[in-house]
T-cell receptor, first 109, second 118 residues
Framework: EDQVTQSPEALRLQEGESSSLNCSYT??????LFWYRQDPGKGPEFLFT???AGEEKEKERLKATLTKKESFLHITAPKPEDSATYLC??????????FGTGTSLTVIP | GAVVSQHPSRVICKSGTSVKIECRSL??????MFWYRQFPKQSLMLMAT?????????EQGVEKDKFLINHASLTLSTLTVTSAHPEDSSFYIC??????????????FGSGTRLTVV
């Protein structure tokens, strides 16, 4: 059964304290893995797409990496404005789309 | 990048009335669109998959007669909540699959619609 699991559910960081969010997946073939950011009352905002193991992508303080079983979203020296829920989603080869439950990140000044 | 426009962003309606939510792909053709519902502090729950020119596919437990989906063109899908009741109050989000010439680019989301039924 295809599954996506994110951890931790919630994370509180001090401003400048780097950390990583995890997305573990079990799918029968991966077409793409996606990271989104969602602010309260807003739709998910696209961050990254990763297609194959070993791939990495960066955007400002965020860096996403992918292995055959999981993806990490590394946050370097976070700022309060990075506070949001980060969602991971995967598309297997059958073109379905599975969301994880998200990680709620709070960055304290 | 791909943009999906969703309207309205907020709507308040009386119990028993119907509400229509629109989802448009602005700079790409979306043969497939998705409708989600999200409860507070929870992840998105897929309600239905909307394919242009054909009937929507609903997830188990979603009432197709209550949540009418129409995908009449390659850039527009609508969700109509019929005979709305307070328990239908929620945050509804659409997304579109961005693909062209057999290449898959990803999924883009609308900004969401906050529905409150009073």
């Amino acid at each position: 059964e295809d599954q996506v699991t994110q951890s931790p559910e919630a994370l509180r960081l001090q401003e400048g304290e780097s950390s990583s969010l995890n997305c573990s997946y079990t799918v029968s073939g991966l077409r793409g893995l996606f990271w989104y950011r969602q602010d309260p009352g807003k739709g998910p905002e696209f961050l990254f797409t990763l297609y194959s193991a070993g791939e990495e992508k960066e955007k400002e303080r965020l860096k996403a990496t992918l292995t055959k079983k999981e993806s990490f979203l590394h946050i370097t020296a976070p700022k309060p404005e990075d506070s949001a829920t980060y969602l991971c989603a995967v598309t297997p080869l059958d073109d379905q789309f599975y969301f994880g439950t998200g990680t709620s990140l709070t960055v304290i000044p | 990048g791909a943009v999906v426009s969703q309207h309205p962003s907020r709507v308040i309606c009386k119990s028993g009335t119907s509400v229509k939510i629109e989802c448009r792909s602005l700079d790409f053709q979306a043969t497939t669109m998705f409708w989600y519902r999200q409860f507070p502090k929870q992840s998105l729950m897929l309600m239905a998959t909307s394919n242009e020119g054909s009937k929507a596919t609903y997830e188990q437990g979603v009432e197709k007669d209550k949540f009418l989906i129409n995908h009449a063109s390659l850039t527009l899908s609508t969700l109509t909540v019929t005979s709305a009741h307070p328990e239908d109050s929620s945050f509804y989000i659409c997304s579109a699959r961005d693909s062209m010439w057999g290449r898959f680019y990803g999924y883009t989301f609308g900004s969401g619609t906050r529905l409150t039924v009073v």
